[in-house]
Nanobody, 119 residues
Framework: VQLQASGGGLVQPGGSLTLSCEAS????????AGWYRQAPGKQRELVAN????????NYADSVKGRFTISRDLAKRMVYLQMNNLKPEDTAVYYC?????????????WGKGTLVTVSS
């Protein structure tokens, strides 16, 4: 399975961006899809994730109220709507999906997309 992330770019503080992640294949069963980010000199961190049923979402405290994660199963897409962006949101953003089977799991990562928040 390949994950293709897109939508990064340069945006001014207070602006918005939407990141998209398309999977080359659907998960057969339960999965958790998410977005991570890595700023220069920092460790990769979880930004948000969502379960395949869409009923459970988690956000990093730093993005709560500003970012929204969603998924479209039919299109094999996961989105991250980012509003009120701040300079500290500048990072490479990676999409991730972990597929769960009976007694096993498989994790996939996409190549990152750069988000730069600067005036």
């Amino acid at each position: 399975v390949q994950l293709q992330a897109s939508g990064g770019g340069l945006v001014q503080p207070g602006g918005s961006l939407t990141l998209s992640c398309e999977a080359s294949a659907a998960a057969f069963t339960f999965f958790i899809a998410g977005w991570y980010r890595q700023a220069p000199g920092k460790q990769r961190e979880l930004v948000a994730n969502i379960t395949s049923g869409g009923n459970t979402v988690n956000y990093a405290d730093s993005v709560k109220g500003r970012f929204t994660i969603s998924r479209d199963l039919a299109k094999r897409m996961v989105y991250l709507q980012m509003n009120n962006l701040k300079p500290e949101d500048t990072a490479v953003y990676y999409c991730n999906r972990r597929d769960y089977g009976i007694g096993s799991s498989q994790e996939y990562w996409g190549k990152g997309t750069l988000v730069t928040v600067s005036s």
